[in-house]
């Protein structure tokens, strides 16, 4: 079964780390553009980061600018968003995206709780 799987989240105090992992399985990631979005309660979902395919040109949303790094590992399948210095406000689930020509992939998330 082709699918993506995130891990990871937790509840973490303000000013802390968390490390996200996006596995996939049934396939190989290495051929796709892969992203992570967020959704808030009571928010629409939004763009958190995004790393090409050769992991040689990443891009972020302001708002975690300078905090969060996304990463891949090719021989691990799996693409990574290390996130420091959480703040109350990057509580939300975090999804894992995977695209190429051939499919756009949406993991189920994963929670993220930041407060003390």
């Known amino acids: 079964q082709v699918q993506l799987v995130e891990s990871g989240g937790g509840l973490v105090q303000p000013g802390g780390s968390l490390r996200l992992s996006c596995a996939a399985s049934g396939y190989a990631l290495s051929s796709d553009t892969m992203s992570w979005y967020r959704q808030a309660p009571g928010k629409e979902r939004e763009f958190v980061a995004v790393?090409?395919?050769?992991?040689?040109?990443?891009n972020y949303a302001d708002s975690v600018k300078g905090r969060f790094t996304i990463s891949r590992d090719h021989a691990k399948n799996t693409v990574y968003l290390q996130m420091n210095s959480l703040k109350p406000e990057d509580t939300a689930v975090y999804y894992c995206?995977?695209?190429?020509?051939?499919?756009?992939?949406w993991g189920k998330g994963t929670l993220v709780t930041v407060s003390s």
């Open positions: 995206r995977g695209r190429s020509s051939k499919m756009d992939l």
């Open positions: 790393i090409t395919t050769s992991g040689g040109s990443t």
